[in-house]
């Protein structure tokens, strides 16, 4: 997914590179090229909206700083836009918990399995924890095989298997 997204927003960087200055007319033909490649990336149409609002007024009318092409500065542009979008700024995971529990979530083949294992050691490393991954995927077998494989590289223990947990109810009257 994130391949062809970059893909599509190359594509659009291309049709502003040479240019002395970015026009309205070069920046709506490259806008609507990332406003395509946002969408078919499943990203919401009203953040797409108001995501091209931002860059539009930004990148209209911009002077080409010296050594910087007009492509160069529209990628800033819309770097910068995305970094904003995507929250800004780090933050720092919640890990006052016992356990600490980390639900991964996105599309198939974003990297949920390989995110987990690398965090699973990242955890394990600098942090000192104790981390279990879950092989929750029901849908790709092939998910719960890579993340046991990963977890075995890391030396971290992987529950994938359903167990059934009896509980005794106590009897009623």
Avoid: C
Avoid at 57 to 86: C, H, M, R, W, Y
Wanted: no cysteine; hydrophobic share 40%; aromatic share 4%.
């Amino acid at each position: 997914m994130f391949e062809s997204l970059q893909e599509r927003l190359s594509e659009a960087f291309k049709l502003l590179k040479g240019k002395g200055k970015i026009t309205e007319n070069n920046v709506r033909q490259a806008l609507r090229q990332v406003k395509m490649s946002l969408l078919s990336a499943d990203v919401n149409y009203k953040v797409v909206k108001e995501f091209m609002d931002r860059v539009t007024s930004k990148a209209l009318g911009e002077k080409v700083i010296k050594s910087i092409t007009p492509d160069q500065q529209f990628v800033k542009i819309v770097n910068d836009e995305l970094v904003e979008l995507l929250g800004g700024r780090e933050h720092e995971l919640n890990l006052k918990s016992r356990p600490a529990v980390l639900l991964m979530v996105g599309l198939q083949g974003s990297g949920k399995t390989t995110v987990a294992a690398k965090l699973a050691l990242w955890l394990k490393k600098k942090n000192g924890r104790n981390p279990l991954l879950v092989a929750g995927d029901i849908y790709r077998p092939a998910a719960i095989e890579q993340l046991e494989i990963l977890g075995k590289s890391i030396d971290v223990p992987v529950l994938s298997e359903t167990k059934k947990i009896l509980i005794k109810l106590p009897k009623t009257l």
